[in-house]
Nanobody, 125 residues
Framework: QVQLVESGGGLVHAGGSLRLSCGAYGYTDALYCMGWFRQAPGREREGVARIVIDSGSTYYADSVKGRFTISQDNVKNTLYLQIGSVKPEDTAMYYC??????????????????WGQGTQVNVSS
């Protein structure tokens, strides 16, 4: 089992920046991929950024490419999402997710079986 705990959300002005953190606890050696997802009110959850743990390979949704950066600290078992040049449309609940399924290598946003409780990001215009 793996537990994920997010932190770092809050209120930020448009154009500002914020860093989200996700601590991973438990059997983290079993994980292949980690990622960040978000869900805005009235909208479906969407994948934002993902990383392959072993290689560090990353992928970003088009809506955040160039503004968000996903990174990992394997010593601290922590995943980060640096959010820059924020826009009001970035307002959402942000979730950290992890996959212990090797199929996450070839699937962008599927096979994530572990989820955190979420951290809210609000962007004021």
């Amino acid at each position: 089992q793996v537990q994920l705990v997010e932190s770092g959300g809050g209120l930020v002005h448009a154009g500002g920046s914020l860093r989200l953190s996700c601590g991973a606890y438990g059997y983290t050696d079993a994980l292949y991929c980690m990622g960040w997802f978000r869900q805005a009110p009235g909208r479906e959850r969407e994948g934002v950024a993902r990383i392959v743990i072993d290689s560090g390979s990353t992928y970003y949704a088009d809506s955040v490419k160039g503004r968000f950066t996903i990174s990992q600290d394997n010593v601290k078992n922590t995943l980060y999402l640096q959010i820059g040049s924020v826009k009001p449309e970035d307002t959402a609940m942000y979730y950290c997710a992890a996959s212990a399924d090797w199929r996450c290598y070839s699937s962008l946003w599927n096979h994530f079986g572990y989820w955190g409780q979420g951290t809210q990001v609000n962007v004021s215009s």
